[in-house]
C-alpha cells in the first residue's frame, strides 16, 4: 500500500537533556528540541494486520493538520517546529475517516462489523496508568499518538484500537453527497480538539458570552461554530490569512480581523463596549503575539484557553490575571468525556457545518503537494483522498 512516512535525524540541540523515558521508548517527549532534517516520502509498505482489539480501516480521508506542517517545516538550524511528543520514522496523518473492512480477534471490536464508517480519535490513551485511571485519557502516562509515534493515516490502510472508534451515521444521513460526508468526517478530530479546549478544559461560558478566538484554521474554525451553537452574544476572530478570515465569518463569526491590521485588543475592547472578551481561545499557535493582547481585553472573571502549540516560553503579567479574577487553560487532545459522540451528533444537526471549511483536496499520490501547500497557511481545512 502507499503511505507518505516521515523520517528524521535524531539530534537532540546542544543543552537538550535526553530523558531516560526518551532513551528508553525513542520518543522525543519535544519533538522541536530532536528532530532534524525531517523528509517526506510517499512509500510502499506492507498492508498491516489487525491484531487482538484492533481493526483495519480502508482510509477514504485524511485531513492535514497543523502538526503535519511543522513536521515539515524546519528553524533556520534543521529542526523541525513540531513541539510535541513524536517518533519517526512513521507514516503522518491523524485527521481521518474510514470503512472497517477487518475486525481482529477478542471482544473490544464486537461493537462494529465490516463496513461500519467510523472516524478515529488520535490519542491512543492505555487505560491503566494513574491518569487513564483518573479519568484523564489525554494525559496518559503511556500515550501514543497515532500518526506522531506510530503509523497514521495518510496511507491506503491503517489499524487501530477498536476502542478509539466512533461511527460516523450521523455525518451521512446530513450530507446526500458520500463523497463530501467521508471528508466532513475526517474533520471530527480537530472540532473534538476545540470541543475539549472550550468545554471541557475551560469549562465553557454562560449564554451570552463574548468570544474571542485568535486563528482561524481547522480548530480556530471550529471554535467559532461551537461558540455560536453554544450561545455566544458575539464571536470575534481574528487571522492574517485573508482566505481563512472569509472562512470565519462563512462559519459564523460576528467580526473577523486581520491582526496585523488592528490592534486585537482595541478592537476587542469596542466592540464589547469596554467590557472585554468573558472567554478567548488561542489557536493561532503564535502566544508571543497574541497572549498580550488577549491580556488587555480580559473581562472580569474572564477564561484564556491555550490550544495552539509553540514551541516558545511567553512573558505573562500575572497581576492582570489577580484583579480580574481571570483564568488560564491549557489543553491538549479530543478523548473522553463523551467528546467525540457529542461532536458527531453537532455535525449531524447542523450545528457545525466542516464542509464549508474544506478547501482543497489532493489524492494521496500528491500527499506533498498538500503538504507544500498547506505551509501558505491559505487554506481552511485541506483533505486528502487515498
Not at 455525518?171 to 478530530?189: G, H, M, N, P
Not at 478570515?245 to 491590521?261: I, Q, S, W
Not at 514551541?311 to 479530543?334: C, D, N, S
Not at 457545525?352 to 481552511?380: C, E, H, M, Y
Amino acid at each position: 500500500m502507499k503511505a507518505l512516512v516521515l523520517t528524521a535525524k535524531w539530534e537532540p540541540r546542544p543543552g537538550y537533556t535526553v530523558s531516560e523515558f526518551e532513551k528508553k521508548t525513542g520518543k522525543a517527549v519535544e519533538g522541536a528540541q530532536v528532530w532534524r532534517h525531517p523528509k517526506l516520502e510517499l512509500k510502499e509498505l506492507e498492508q498491516p494486520k489487525p491484531g487482538p482489539g484492533e481493526v483495519l480501516l480502508r482510509v477514504r480521508a485524511c485531513g492535514v493538520c497543523g502538526s503535519d506542517v511543522h513536521f515539515y517545516e524546519t528553524d533556520q538550524d534543521g529542526y523541525m517546529l513540531y513541539p510535541g511528543l513524536t517518533k519517526f520514522p512513521t507514516t503522518i496523518g491523524h485527521e481521518f475517516a474510514g470503512e472497517i473492512v477487518e475486525i481482529g480477534p477478542g471482544p473490544e471490536g464486537k461493537a462494529f462489523k465490516v463496513g461500519d464508517r467510523v472516524t478515529v480519535e488520535e490519542m491512543v490513551w492505555c487505560g491503566y496508568c494513574r491518569p487513564c485511571r483518573d479519568g484523564y485519557p489525554n494525559q496518559c502516562l503511556n500515550l501514543e499518538e497515532i500518526g506522531f509515534t506510530i503509523p497514521g493515516a495518510m496511507a491506503e490502510y491503517i489499524v487501530v484500537p477498536a476502542k478509539l472508534c466512533w461511527k460516523v451515521d450521523p455525518i451521512f444521513e446530513r450530507y446526500s453527497d458520500e463523497k463530501l460526508a467521508w471528508q466532513v468526517a475526517a474533520t471530527t478530530e480537530p472540532t473534538c480538539v476545540a470541543y475539549n479546549t472550550v468545554f471541557e478544559c475551560a469549562g465553557g461560558f454562560r449564554p451570552g458570552a463574548y468570544v474571542v478566538i485568535h486563528g482561524a484554521g481547522p480548530i480556530g474554525l471550529a471554535a467559532i461554530q461551537l461558540a455560536k451553537g453554544a450561545g455566544a452574544a458575539k464571536v470575534i476572530a481574528f487571522d492574517v490569512s485573508e482566505v481563512r478570515r472569509k472562512l470565519a465569518e462563512a462559519v459564523g463569526a460576528d467580526h473577523v480581523y486581520n491582526p496585523t491590521k488592528v490592534a486585537p485588543s482595541e478592537a476587542v475592547m469596542e466592540l464589547t463596549h469596554g467590557e472585554g472578551a468573558d472567554f478567548a481561545v488561542e489557536a493561532a499557535g503564535a502566544p508571543e503575539k497574541t497572549i498580550p493582547e488577549m491580556e488587555k481585553t480580559m473581562a472580569i472573571g474572564g477564561k484564556i484557553a491555550v490550544v495552539g502549540r509553540a514551541a516558545q516560553r511567553v512573558p505573562m503579567y500575572l497581576e492582570r490575571f489577580q484583579t480580574r479574577k481571570a483564568k488560564l487553560f491549557g489543553a491538549q487532545g479530543h478523548s473522553g468525556y463523551g467528546i467525540f459522540p457529542s461532536v458527531i451528533r453537532l455535525m449531524g444537526a447542523g450545528l457545525v457545518d466542516n464542509s464549508k471549511i474544506i478547501t482543497s483536496r489532493f489524492p494521496l499520490t500528491k500527499a506533498l503537494d498538500a503538504l507544500k501547500q498547506a505551509t501558505k497557511r491559505q487554506d481552511g481545512k485541506i483533505v486528502i483522498i487515498p
